[in-house]
């Protein structure tokens, strides 16, 4: 039944050619049946992951009654893993929103199978970045006053420090990408309502807030998905370039500089477009949806990364370059420190998975379609732009002005806690995940179908107003 | 279940979520405290909240400086320098303040003990005590044939005397002996060779316009080293208008004095007086020294033996050095020389101080900076030799008893005397310590002293500096500890009227004061004694002008007294050790004192632990390898020939190995020491002496042969070592993260030429626009606090570093905690090796920037500015983003990564706890302890300010400069920190700031600070390449 808003455009023919010949029940089927009782295989999965975040809360827990001494922090290092983590985890939110939201304004129609991960995917990753200030900051309990809130001591923020624009920034970010998930799935969880039973069939039927499928449904729920995309698409711009002036604003050398919100955007999507590809290509191969999310689609992932990869590569080449055409002794020790002084690994960790890696092999088609080749180059990418993120933070703050404070590498080693923490926020992120992919279509069947051929013959048979 | 209604829906939601906030929250927040006030009037008619000061004398060391105890509420939170007293003149040093944790040191003996039998200790009351100690006084009278051996630290004053009574009336008789490792025997029998006087000169300075100091440290731990810092101030600092003179040392290892030369030279170990007998050479045989100096023909001829060149193979200095130093030396008048340290206490010790003396005397210099006969008690220290002949008859069972005060001989001997074995063959030892050191432990019986704030007594270093101590406060009351003085006499008067009617005094108060009675006849005969007393303990004892010196001719003799013309033999090895008093810890004395432990060593900047110098070319040929080796120089793209870069090194443990013993250390790479030497501080390595001294690094002396010096009788802290390495790793808490400035320029020094020129060092960045968001300065309010830091005058010698934790409460976090770089220490000296062979001390703390870049990214204002050019700090407000810290330049922030205010966490002591008690007592009630997760720096000492400003609008004027001053500027021996009001162009600070040499660190960044720097002032060329020092001279 397709609508004749702008959003949703007459199907042309497709180059994803195997996914043309999927009826619309078909994706229904394929889709849904992820919703059934879960398998003992998830089961595990599932308790693993709890397991593992259990050693991030006690690692917290611990952390939080006797401060933040465990960590490994080690002056001038004072930002390090958690921020570190913070970015990341802010940085993997972008390429949701891009995907659903940038792409659907643009018409990337190969969006269409990937866009509901990609989103649930940034809703759960700012969820898990949200919880890093607070548990970066020494006094997580009064973590609350960075709010502006009415107080009898008549003390506001501070609007000046990007911190508090951070606290907007993030909390924008979710709001909106949370809503925009949401009304995403509106049709699609009516057709989950119609297919299931028991409580399931109650609760989708809460969520689905009482979706018939009418037209007049259809046209406002066009429109305010459209409105949604045209809202969130500035605010992956904006999240980003907020962040990154966290960073930016500071007169530390490595920081200060004004290349920082297009560079950390693009960093962002491009871990982002990774991250997506790590959760994809097990999932369609685990639920059998390799007919919708093709080695098309994964391409196309994969040349996203590439463009921003590119992007990334040039930014740290611009960065060198700036530090020596400026002369500023700060800027050249800073950049040659990362060169070659004691985090040089962290560097060179992530030259080798954002640039060298990506560059010597996303250029060939063939390995572009090479599925297990993707998923490994996503851990790879996954692995270097959280090291990008330490280089910023760690080196930096290690070797700025005064000389004699310099921090060198016996000094910040990520600690046992750091690390629990670190690896607990992926199962805090896979918790969410696990639980969206067997309780929420996690495909969108709305917008597949808008790219599949018209349902000639079976009209009326497909379930859900479809 | 009750129906939800909307009020039902809210109670729930609020006492649900009240509940979950106060259950989750009650283990984050901090612990509920009461303050209760006292309803009772305090006896001393003190005032909560006012301090008291009582004036003392210090007793860390035997230079004896005045003191200021500062009281609140009953306990001294704080010393400072006596302004009144001629010695100390207001300031202080580390040693100094840190006196306050031996005061309320937890491992302070709580009362006296006894054997238990079973090798420990058992605690007995004080009678039980001295009932012990008079039945065995009454044995030792019958039996001890006049053996008995009192062995103290030196002292100069009544004590010494009540000792000696005692000794000779109580005890039946016996010999006393002062007992410093830190001797200046060599010095006596060096001037008693050279001009027929023992004693020790008085060595004035101030007046030198060229310094050379063979070995002596005089700015660490050689005689006053306060009183000299002051004097080496005055003659080297940049005055103004000129550089009044030049400083060069000769040692093998560069130590912190040497580290304020402005030129190094490394002569062999025990050369030092070689080279001081060439520069005589050559003075001689040149003429250059005033007619009245001419030496006598049998000096002459003797002198003629060491030419520069006959020398310098000796001493592998080249002849042109020794040359042209002897030429500056003699042509600028007058010139001062000095020999101490390691030169002193070498195989040939006295001869290099006769030679030194000889130099002084060719140049005209006695009578002029070498003052005999100016009353210096700094003589008496009982002689290697004596302790040799001490520990034979310990051995033959000929000590029938031992008291030991102020001594710590079984630590602080070399190993070869075999003193802490030898103990264990007499009878009876009876110690005075009020700590369980290496000697105490060996006892049989503790009578635990007072501290020295807590007692009465006095100390004379000088002829015409008599200095009283006074109790500052009542004894702190966890501990049970008597004055020695009242324990001696009280046992004395308990042993029949014979002998109590030598003691009339029944307190040692008392004797104190007859002895001062006897003092007021022959310094001030008229006037009441009571009045007199009384105005002494105000001013801290009684200052009279000390005899004023004289010169004195080079005695007949002294050409028979001069060193062999050859590098004296070491003993078996292959590097030579230099044994060196450490600067924080003296010979070992204060390193239960955990500020100590924690103020880094001034040259290594390492602390908590015991190191052996070793220069890099030794180690790479040893293949010991120390962090990082070899390290680009951003800068200039020059391999510079040490390592750069090593905030925690991690090096080879290397043992040094002698027929005495073993010792191990991790080595640390100094640029600054002889490729055939090594050196090892004293003070560390102690096997008692409480929990912050025990097991921690290692005692060099126990590598050290019993030897003694011929002449002097001094043991010997020269040796020659087997160096191996241990196969094992050790990481060094060091506190510096580059040890040069790597080409940055960020602590500025400008030649005397260009300062003389008033050339101004800031760069003119008037033309650049001002910040936009440049806080304006009130204008209404009329103080802007600031403070000035002359480059030129910093010695390193960190007083300030200690002063600052007393005054602000600042936690000691320990060694693991430096190692990453978490000391909370508000201010630190930066030391960094410049290109030009110089070092550079440059005092770091919050600069309290007028444009602060800490405080625009602080989320919650907890950052502030405050309307008298101070960042605020509101640790109440802070949320703990750290956000500050990495944007702070300069890096003077501190965060709290414990909770080290808190002793305990629901009934579990917390390890992290930094003040066990009674060191709590010690915390300044004015200064907040901060607790855990907030960010803290230098306030500037805001309590300060606003006592002072409280004061003078309680009087209806302004603070006037100079009333009062930050911890740092008052503790500071050469006046480097200066701290007032900008606003009052009079004010010593302003004046200083209008000094062309003003500037702002890091001025490209704009950040308008309120604490300035004023540059360096060094010779533009190299000394070594033979210009600058003699053409700045005169």
């Known amino acids: 039944m397709a609508t004749t808003t702008i959003g949703t455009p007459a199907p042309k023919t497709t180059t994803f050619e195997t996914m043309s010949r999927l009826s619309y029940r078909a994706v229904n089927e394929t889709v849904l049946q992820a919703l059934k009782a879960p398998g003992r295989g998830w089961y595990i999965l599932f308790l693993i992951d709890l397991a593992v975040l259990a050693v991030g809360v006690l690692a917290f827990a611990n952390q939080l009654t006797t401060g933040l001494g465990v960590a490994g922090y080690a ?58 200030p607070l548990i970066h900051v020494g006094r997580p309990w009064v973590a609350y006053w960075l709010l502006p809130y009415p107080s009898q001591g008549h003390v506001w923020p501070n609007f000046k420090s990007p911190l508090v624009w951070d606290v907007f920034a993030v909390s924008t970010y979710f709001t909106v990408s949370a809503t925009f998930f949401v009304v995403g799935l509106i049709p699609d969880i009516a057709a989950a309502r119609d297919a299931s039973t028991g409580w399931r069939r109650r609760l989708y039927g809460i969520l689905a807030l009482g979706w018939r499928g009418s037209n007049r449904e259809w046209h406002h729920y066009s429109r305010a998905y459209m409105f949604l995309a045209a809202f969130a698409t500035p605010l992956v711009l904006s999240v980003h370039s907020v962040v990154s002036w966290d960073f930016a604003m500071g007169i530390v050398p490595g920081w200060h500089a004004t290349i920082f919100a297009p560079y950390f955007v693009a960093g962002a999507i491009f871990s982002g477009c990774a991250m997506v590809l790590t959760l994809v290509i097990p999932a369609r191969k685990i639920f ?179 | 279940m009750p129906e939800i209604d909307r009020r039902n829906f809210l109670k729930i939601v609020g006492v649900g979520g009240a509940a979950a906030g106060a259950t989750t929250l009650a283990g984050c927040s901090y612990p509920e405290t009461y303050l209760v006030s006292s309803l009772t009037h305090p006896a001393d008619d003190s005032i909560p909240g006012v301090p008291i000061y009582y004036a003392t004398t210090c007793r860390e060391c035997p230079a004896g400086c005045g003191l200021l105890a500062t009281v609140r509420e009953g306990r001294v939170i704080k010393v400072e320098g006596n302004p009144a007293h001629p010695i100390s003149r207001g300031t202080s040093c580390a040693l100094a303040q840190a006196s306050l944790q031996g005061l309320y040191n937890p491992d302070r003996i709580r009362g006296p003990l006894a054997r238990d039998g079973q090798g420990g200790f058992r605690q007995i009351t004080w009678d039980e005590a001295l009932k012990t100690l008079v039945d065995r006084l009454a044995e030792l009278r019958r039996t001890g044939r006049g053996r008995a051996v009192f062995l103290t630290g030196q002292l100069s004053g009544s004590l010494d005397k009540l000792i000696d009574t005692w000794l000779a009336r109580a005890a039946g008789g016996g010999r006393a002996l002062a007992w410093e490792p830190i001797t200046t025997g060599p010095l006596v029998a060096a001037t008693r060779l050279a001009f027929g006087v023992e004693e020790v000169p008085r060595f004035d300075f101030a007046r030198a316009r060229y310094l050379v ?55 062999r170990a025990g050369t030092e007086g070689l080279v001081a007998l060439a520069m005589a050479h050559v003075i001689v045989n040149e003429n250059l020294g005033p007619s009245r100096a001419r030496p006598s023909d049998a000096l002459r001829r003797a002198l003629d033996a060491y030419s520069p060149q006959a020398v310098a193979a000796e001493a592998d200095v080249p002849a042109e050095t020794i040359e042209r130093l002897a030429r500056d030396f003699a042509q600028a008048r007058p010139s001062l020389a000095v020999g101490g340290g390691a030169a002193a206490q070498g195989p040939t010790a006295t001869a290099t101080l006769v030679a030194v003396h000889v130099l002084n005397a060719v140049a005209g210099n006695v009578g002029e900076t070498v003052l005999l006969g100016a009353g210096e008690r700094r003589g008496g220290i009982a002689s290697g030799k004596e302790m040799v002949d001490l520990v034979q008859a310990m051995n033959g069972g000929e000590v029938p008893a031992l008291f030991v005060y102020g001594a710590n001989p079984a630590y602080d001997t070399p190993a070869g005397l075999g003193f802490a074995d030898a103990m264990a063959k007499v009878p009876f030892k009876v110690s005075f310590s009020s700590y369980l050191d290496e000697t105490t432990a060996r006892c049989d019986l503790v009578l635990p002293d007072r501290h020295f704030l807590e007692s009465w007594g006095d100390a004379v270093p000088r002829d015409g500096v008599y200095g009283l101590v006074q109790p500052a406060m009542n004894p702190v009351a966890d ?32 004797y104190l004061k007859a002895e001062w009675q006897a003092l007021k006849e022959r310094v001030e005969p008229r006037g009441d004694f009571e009045a007199w007393w009384r105005q002494a303990l105000q001013r801290g004892g009684v200052f009279v002008d ?122 640390y790479l100094n640029p600054h020491i002889r490729p055939d030497t090594v050196a090892v501080a004293l003070g560390q390595g102690h096997e008692q002496f409480g929990r912050y001294a ?322 360096k002032v060094t010779f533009a060329e190299a000394p070594a390449a033979g210009r600058g020092p003699e053409a700045k001279a005169h």
């Open chain 2, 213 to 267: 100091s063979f070995g002596a440290d005089f700015l660490e731990t050689w005689l006053t080293p306060v009183e000299q810092a002051r004097g080496f101030a005055a003659m080297h600092a940049f005055d103004g208008r000129t550089r009044p003179g030049v400083f060069v040392a000769v040692e093998p290892r560069r130590s912190l004095t040497g580290s304020n030369a402005d030129e190094w030279i490394a002569p």
């Open chain 1, 288 to 466: 059998g949806v390799e007919e919708i999310i093709t080695v098309d689609h994964l391409e196309a992932l994969a040349k996203l990364c590439l463009f921003t990869g590119t992007i990334v590569g040039f930014s740290y080449s611009v960065e060198f370059f700036t530090a020596w055409y400026s002369g500023n002794p700060f800027e050249r020790g800073q950049f040659w420190f990362r060169a070659t002084g004691d985090y040089a690994v962290g560097f060179w960790t992530m030259v080798t998975c954002n640039v060298i890696i990506p560059q010597l092999t996303l250029w060939f088609k063939p390995l572009r379609r090479n599925i297990p080749f993707l998923f490994f180059i996503s851990i790879v990418i996954n692995i270097g732009m959280w090291f990008e993120r330490y280089v910023i933070i760690v080196l930096s703050l290690g070797h700025d002005f005064v000389p004699f404070a310099f921090g060198s590498r016996t000094q910040y080693v990520i600690s046992p806690t750091e690390l629990a923490i670190l690896v607990g926020s992926f199962a805090w992120f896979g918790m969410f995940f696990l639980l969206f992919i067997k309780f929420l279509p996690w495909v969108s069947l709305t917008e597949v179908k808008e790219v599949l051929p018209p349902p000639l013959k079976e009209r009326t048979a497909a379930g859900g107003g479809h």
């Open chain 2, 694 to 1015: 025990q097991n921690r690094g290692t005692n060099p002396m126990r590598v050290l042969p019993a030897t003694v010096e011929a002449e002097s009788g001094a043991f010997t802290f020269v040796t020659k070592v087997k160096v191996s390495k241990t196969g094992t790793r050790r990481g060094l808490a060091s506190i510096a993260g580059a040890d040069d400035q790597r080409g940055r320029n960020i602590y500025k020094s400008i030649s005397v030429a260009d300062a003389e020129k008033g050339t101004v060092v800031a760069h003119d960045l008037s033309a650049i626009p001002g910040p936009a968001m440049l806080p304006p300065v009130a204008q209404d309010v009329p103080y802007h606090w600031g403070m000035t830091i002359d480059l030129d005058r910093c010695t390193g010698c960190q007083a300030c570093v200690v002063a600052c934790y007393a005054e602000n409460n600042l936690p000691v976090v320990g060694e693991a905690q430096v190692a990453r770089g978490r000391e909370m220490s508000w201010i630190r000296i930066e030391r960094y090796w410049e290109p030009d062979g110089t070092v550079t001390h440059a005092p770091m703390l919050c600069l309290h920037c007028g444009n602060a870049p800490c405080e625009p990214v602080c989320p919650v204002f907890a950052a502030y500015h405050n309307p008298e050019g101070l960042n605020g700090q509101v640790y109440n407000r802070c949320v703990g983003t750290r956000y500050c810290g990495n944007n702070c330049p300069y890096k003077v922030r501190y965060f709290n990564w414990y909770d080290y205010s808190r002793e305990s966490y629901n009934g579990k002591p917390n390890p992290a706890y930094a003040f066990p008690a009674p060191l709590h007592l010690q915390l300044n009630p004015s200064v907040t302890v901060r607790g855990v997760g907030v960010m803290e720096k230098c306030t500037m000492c805001i309590q300060r300010i606003n006592a002072a400003k409280d004061l003078a609008k309680d009087q209806g004027r302004r603070v006037r400069d100079g009333e009062f001053q930050t911890a740092c500027a008052q503790a500071c021996p050469t006046e480097a920190i200066v701290f007032g009001n900008l606003k009052d162009p009079e004010s010593r600070v302003a004046k200083l700031r209008a000094s062309p040499r003003n500037y702002a660190v890091l001025e490209e960044l704009e950040t308008v600070p309120s604490v300035t720097h004023l540059a």
């Open chain 2, 546 to 667: 000390p005899p004023s010196g004289r010169r004195a001719d080079l005695s007949a003799e002294v050409a028979r007294a001069l060193p062999p013309l050859a590098a004296p033999s070491l003993g078996e090895g292959d590097l030579t050790l230099v044994v060196y008093p450490s600067p924080n810890f003296r010979d070992g004395r204060g390193a239960n004192r955990p500020w100590l432990q924690e103020l880094p060593d001034p040259v290594t900047k390492i602390t908590w632990w015991s190191w052996v110098e070793m220069h890099p070319e030794t180690a790479a040929r040893l293949g010991v390898r120390v962090g990082q080796e070899v390290q680009l120089d951003e800068g200039r793209g020059v391999l510079l020939p040490f390592p750069t870069n090593r905030s925690a090194i991690v090096s080879d443990v290397v043992a040094l190995e002698t027929p005495q013993g073993r010792i191990e250390a991790p080595v």
């Open chain 2, 479 to 510: 501990f049970d500890a008597r004055p020695i003085g009242d324990v001696l006499i009280g046992s004395a008067r308990a042993s029949g009227e014979a002998i109590a009617a030598a003691f009339p005094q029944e307190s040692f108060e008392a």
């Open chain 1, 75 to 132: 002056p001038p290092v004072m930002w390090a893993t958690y921020i570190t983590t913070f970015v990341f985890w802010v940085g993997i939110a972008h390429s949701g929103t891009l995907i659903s939201a940038i792409l659907y304004l643009f018409r990337a129609r190969w969006r269409t199978s990937v866009y509901r991960v990609a989103e649930a995917m940034t809703v759960f990753a700012v969820m898990t970045a949200g919880l890093f």
